[in-house]
């Protein structure tokens, strides 16, 4: 079973409208994280934001906030008044296995901004 | 600039060739990782290690070895290439994971023919 799902392979968002990007994740533990990283044409992977699974307050970083739904296993990605230099793969990621830290990734969204 | 260096950014392989990428990292982080990249599948981690003379094994760790002999460097070795090995390949590094984060590479494109 996956542990992370993104079911949005692509979408399209006019400019300045807000993006949701959608991201469920499975696990069986008490301690967790989860993260979204962008990739940009270029190839590197940018950390946008992090929400701890004891955090009670959902996570914001800017025009960046994480939606997360403890009890529905959900942490959507929206991203407020997209620009042009958002488009890009969007990657959800999540850490369990406290000890060793592994990163489980989703199979990503490419997010494309229309003029 | 601190952070974590992958060597080579690009490399052609042979079938049955070897070779080594190199990762180094200088901000004294404990862990370290190995992905690949495939299209449609995001990252998959291959080997880690927790700390220096330590590794283990991840999702996908057929067909390469990794050593850490030092804390700052982390090697992944394939011994005799093969094309489901084209791939792109990123280090990562954290401190404790959590809200410190990781830090990645910018990517080793691997291509065996």
């Known amino acids: 079973a996956q542990k992370i799902t993104q079911t949005q392979p692509g979408m399209f968002v006019q400019e300045k409208e807000a993006v949701t990007l959608d991201c469920t994740y499975d696990t069986s533990d008490q301690s967790y994280g989860l993260f979204w990283y962008k990739q940009p044409s270029s190839g590197e992977m940018i950390f946008l934001i992090y929400q701890g699974s004891y955090d009670e307050q959902n996570a914001t970083e800017g025009r960046y906030s994480l939606n997360f739904q403890k009890a529905r296993k959900s942490a959507t990605l929206v991203i407020s008044a997209s620009q042009l230099g958002d488009s890009a793969m969007y990657f959800c990621a999540m850490r369990e296995d406290f000890g060793n830290e592994k990163l489980t990734f989703g199979t990503g969204t490419r997010l494309t901004i229309i003029p | 600039n601190a952070g974590v260096t992958q060597t080579p950014k690009f490399r052609v392989l042979k079938t049955g060739q070897s070779m080594t990428l190199l990762c180094a990292q200088d901000m004294n982080h404990e862990y370290m990782y190995w992905y690949r990249q495939d299209p449609g599948m995001g990252l998959r981690l291959i080997h880690y290690?927790?700390?220096?003379?330590?590794?283990a094994k991840g999702e996908v760790p057929d067909g390469y070895n990794v050593s850490r002999l030092k804390k700052q460097n982390f090697l992944l070795g394939l011994e005799s290439a093969a094309p489901s090995q084209t791939s792109v390949y990123f280090c990562?590094?954290?401190?404790?994971?959590?809200?410190?984060?990781?830090?990645f590479g910018s990517g080793t494109r691997l291509t065996v023919v």
């Open positions: 990562a590094s954290s401190l404790y994971g959590g809200v410190y984060g990781y830090t």
């Open positions: 290690s927790v700390g220096e003379g330590t590794t």
